[in-house]
């Protein structure tokens, strides 16, 4: 198969299409959480910013389909745009469910230039999903939560796993139809991009996000004692590896993240132990890639 070709689009269209799960974020079998649990959970400082997230994502992929003349683009587009709203929708069902302190929301705006949007967007979620399947992995492991609140999380990580292969091929699939497929340049494009969604990553991170420790998981040290950064980026790593394995080996996947962690989990082990900082802040969006 040829990147590129109509086959191409075909195949990583329907596989998108054909692996939707039906479900509504209400009718989850949402467990009761003991005192300490519900505490915990009241205590990520996420959900305010992982909202706001999805909630931005839903209206801007949604106004992007309605751009997208390729019917069987359109399709698969408007399907992701209905599953970030349905996101947004599950973590609203979460705040109500448990108690969790939110403020109102600020009214959503949906961007002019809106396929560079969706294209920054699609660039963001391959670097938030890495280090939010590691993070999962990791609290799942430490028995953070109850397994039910788990076994809900998990396919919805699987949809955002779904989402960046679909991204991944869609960005490689227009650069080769516009003329623009030249390997070079299409490295250039993307590492252009991924260099913006990191930027993005970092003010998200940093005291200048507006949101506050919002978005900032305060580390995976709130859920394990005696986690280094070595052992983290490999939890990302295989975890990635896990989700990514699902999928049709002729479609592209997102290598950058993956590639990078593996390359700084090499140079950590050439770091004597004891100049590697004990209980690393691993920070890493745990919550909704977008
Ligand atoms: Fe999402
Ligand atoms: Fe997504």
């Known amino acids: 198969m040829k990147l590129g070709s109509v086959e191409h689009k075909e195949l990583f269209c329907h596989s998108f299409l ?7 974020p209400e009718h989850l079998p949402w467990p009761d959480l003991n005192d300490a649990d519900l505490a915990r959970l009241q205590a990520i400082p996420f959900w305010e910013k992982a909202l706001d997230i999805e909630r931005e994502a ?18 698969a587009i408007a399907l992701q745009g209905r599953e970030e709203s349905r996101h947004a929708r599950l973590i609203e069902t979460l705040i109500d469910r448990y ?5 109102a929301r600020p009214a959503v705006e949906v961007p002019p230039n809106i396929e560079p949007a969706f294209t920054t967007f699609g660039f963001e979620e391959c670097l938030d999903s890495f ?35 679909f991204f991944v091929n869609w960005f490689t699939y227009i650069q080769i139809n516009r003329r623009q497929g030249f390997l ?12 913006k969604a990191l930027s993005n990553l970092i003010t998200a991170f ?23 950064l070595e052992k983290f980026l490999s939890v990302c790593i295989q975890e990635n590896h896990q989700r990514m394995s699902k999928y049709d080996s002729r479609l592209l996947k997102p290598e950058l993240m993956p590639k990078l962690a593996s390359i700084a989990r090499r140079t950590l082990q050439f770091i004597p132990q004891q100049r590697q900082p004990q209980n690393v802040e691993a920070k890493g969006e745990w919550g909704m890639g977008g």
């Not at 992995?137 to 039910?148: H, L, S």
């Open 58 to 75: 839903g209206a801007m992929v949604s106004s992007y389909a309605t751009t997208v003349t390729d019917p069987l683009l359109h399709e």
């Open 184 to 195: 070079p340049l299409r490295l250039v494009r993307t590492l252009w991009y991924y260099g």
């Open 18 to 24: 054909n692996s939707h799960l039906e479900y509504e």
């Open 131 to 165: 280090f939010a399947f590691g993070l999962f992995g990791i609290a799942r492991d430490a028995k953070v939560f109850p397994e039910a609140l788990f076994t809900i999380f998990d396919p919805i990580l699987d949809e955002e796993a779904r989402h960046i292969v």
């Open 99 to 103: 108690s969790i302190n939110m403020p």
């Open 206 to 228: 940093s005291d200048a996000d507006p949101s506050g420790t919002g978005f900032t998981a305060t580390g995976a040290s709130t859920f394990t004692d005696d986690l280094s």
